[in-house]
Every structure is written in structure tokens, then in C-alpha cells.
């Protein structure tokens, strides 16, 4: 059987003054060996690393690290080698103070992302990965920016994505994302809910290969309202819409009480579970891999995983901080590319 293509997937080094770009060092240290795929006979994917070079090299001197840079060539094929970057430069970082924010840094963080969504956009690029970002350093430079998602979302014109995370044994998705408690029945509505599970149902299909997605999900409230005595909403509003979409020939169950969901019982025959909020799935999935798991953006026309956690200011250059969600991201980008290469031959 012929070789697949060896895949670009874009590296995005985020906040200078995080540790975005001590984890990616980190990673091209070990060889990239932990994010390739465990059967020897596939090929490995390439890293391409979105920054500006003068950052890559400052803090690889502060982490002790012996990187070199190889700038990236799209017509080359050549693989990641040990303690090298192939990188794609991105100019304009203000570079005074390693762990410093500044709102200087603001368009250059944006330039990085801009170019990886062009670059998925248009087929160069497979997939990206993104390193954290300091949300709060770009709205003080004057733009306007709520996230990642948010910023994805408009980039790729979807009016609606979904949040996954996942680690290598537990995938959970949210209806809801960054609510107040007091708002999230609200906002569980059955147009949304219905979008929500089709977006689950198609991205599982087509970026993992699962042939008929088996969705598990959790009820709003305790004991997943118990037959209306503690809400509503399962009654009037959740099950009258899970039942249309198994009606429509999608796997999906529930809802059912969260605090007895996340048992073997019940995980060992679903793909995914779908918490109706944030602190309702997000808990239990950390507790079994908190730093080996990754973010993930469900329907982008594009392939887009992130780590797990934030710009840890104050481990930068200090060595101390943890790659396993970085490789879980690139690990799960790398996956996703590849199941859509089969599922669409000829799309990068």
C-alpha cells in the first residue's frame, strides 16, 4: 500500500510572553516523537511553527535548549528532525521582556492566527494548533477579541461551533460554554441543541472516521429533572429534540443524570459525551487527564485543536512547563487531518 502524504499542520506560538513557545522548544527537544502516530508504517506528519524566529531563538537560549531554525519550504517534504523548527516566520514581536505582557504584541499574536486559517483555508496547511493567547493584553491594545473560538468562528464565517475536549480515553462536548449558571436553560434551546448534536454527529464522521457517532448525554438538571420534579427542561425541551434526531437515524442517548454518566457503564458504549455546561462535564474529564487533554473546535470548515490550559506567565523560561497537552492537540490534529484525507482524497 502506498505511503500517505506527509501533512503540514500549523504550529501557532501564541503570546509571546507565555509559554507558548517554551512548550513548542520543549516539544521539537523530544523530536516530536510523542504526537506521531503509534503504527510505525504511517508517515509523520510535519509541524510548522508560526513566530517570529528572533523569539524562537531567545527563549530556546534561556531554556538551555539547542534548537536550530529551518525555514519552511511548502514545496519541500522533509520531515521534523530532533532539536529543530521548521519555521514559518511571522515579524513584528516586541521582544524587551520574556514573560512581560504587551499590548504591542497584540497584531502579532492576530498575524499568527490570520495566517494559519488562510493557510487551512486555502489547503496549505491541514490543520493548526494553537498555543494560549492573553485575551484581556489584545483588548487592551484596542481589538476586539473574546477567544479563540469566537475569533475562529468569524474568520471561517460559522455562525456555530461547538467545544470539545478530549484525551486519549474520554471526549466530552458542551451545548453551553462560558455561561452564568442562571443562564444556561436559556440558552439551551431546541434549534441550538439540534445544531449542536449535527455538528457533533458530522465532525466525528468526517474528522475521525467513526461510522455512526455514538453521542451520550447528560440532563440539565439533577437526576436529569426526575420525570419533572426537579425542572422542565428535560421534558419540554431536551428529549422532544433528541428524540426528532434519532428519528433522523442519529445514535444519541439521554438524557440522563450526569452524576451517574460518567461511569464505565455508561462511557464504554459512546463516542462522546455532551454536557449541557461548562462545570457539568469539564470536571470529570480533567480529573482523568488534566494536562493530557485538548481543546477542540467542532464546526470550522477547518481543523483547529489548542492544550487545555493558559499563558502560564510565570513558568516562562523556567523549564518546568508541561507538554502533554501540546502533544495531545497535535496528536489529536494530526488524527483528524488524517480521517479527512480518507474520507475526501485530495484535500490537504
Not at 104 to 122: E, K, P, Q
Not at 160 to 185: F, I, Q, S, W, Y
Not at 219 to 241: D, S
Request: charged share 20%.
Amino acid at each position: 500500500m502506498a505511503q500517505q502524504q506527509r501533512l503540514n499542520i500549523a504550529l501557532c506560538a501564541g503570546e509571546p510572553a507565555g509559554i507558548g513557545a517554551d512548550i513548542i522548544l520543549q516539544f521539537a527537544a523530544q523530536a516530536y516523537l510523542a504526537a506521531n502516530p503509534r503504527d510505525l508504517n504511517r508517515k509523520q506528519d510535519r509541524f510548522i511553527t508560526l513566530a517570529d524566529p528572533e523569539l524562537m531563538l531567545q527563549r530556546a537560549k534561556a531554556l538551555n535548549l539547542n534548537i536550530s531554525l529551518r525555514p519552511y519550504d511548502p514545496n519541500d517534504n522533509l520531515p521534523n528532525q530532533a532539536n529543530e523548527l521548521i519555521i514559518y516566520p511571522i515579524d513584528g514581536c516586541h521582544l524587551a521582556h520574556a514573560s512581560r505582557l504587551h499590548p504591542s504584541n497584540a497584531n502579532y499574536v492576530l498575524n499568527i492566527l490570520d495566517t494559519a486559517i488562510d493557510g487551512c483555508l486555502r489547503g496549505e496547511f491541514a490543520a493548526m494548533v494553537t498555543a494560549p493567547v492573553q485575551k484581556s493584553v489584545i483588548n487592551e491594545a484596542g481589538l476586539a477579541f473574546t477567544g479563540h473560538t469566537e475569533y475562529l468562528a468569524e474568520k471561517t464565517a460559522r455562525n456555530k461551533v461547538v467545544m470539545m475536549l478530549a484525551h486519549e480515553t474520554l471526549r466530552v462536548c458542551l451545548a453551553t460554554t462560558h455561561l452564568p449558571l442562571k443562564d444556561v436553560p436559556a440558552a439551551i434551546t431546541a434549534d441550538s441543541l439540534r445544531q449542536t448534536v449535527q455538528i457533533i454527529d458530522h465532525d466525528l464522521r468526517y474528522f475521525y472516521g467513526i461510522k455512526q457517532p455514538r453521542i451520550l448525554a447528560c440532563g440539565l438538571n439533577p437526576h436529569a429533572g426526575e420525570n419533572g420534579h426537579l425542572g422542565r427542561e428535560e421534558i419540554e425541551v431536551i428529549e422532544p429534540c433528541f428524540e426528532q434526531l434519532r428519528g433522523e437515524g442519529l445514535l444519541i442517548s439521554g438524557p440522563l443524570p450526569a452524576d451517574t454518566l460518567f461511569t464505565a457503564k455508561h462511557l464504554d458504549n459512546a463516542d462522546v459525551v455532551l454536557a449541557m455546561y461548562h462545570d457539568q462535564g469539564l470536571p470529570v474529564l480533567k480529573s482523568q487527564g488534566f494536562g493530557q487533554s485538548a481543546n477542540i473546535t467542532l464546526g470550522l470548515p477547518i481543523i483547529r485543536t489548542s492544550v487545555d490550559h493558559g499563558t502560564a506567565i510565570d513558568l516562562v523560561g523556567s523549564g518546568k512547563a508541561d507538554i502533554g497537552s501540546l502533544i495531545t492537540a497535535c496528536q489529536q490534529a494530526s488524527i483528524m487531518a488524517n480521517a479527512r484525507q480518507l474520507a475526501e482524497p485530495g484535500k490537504a
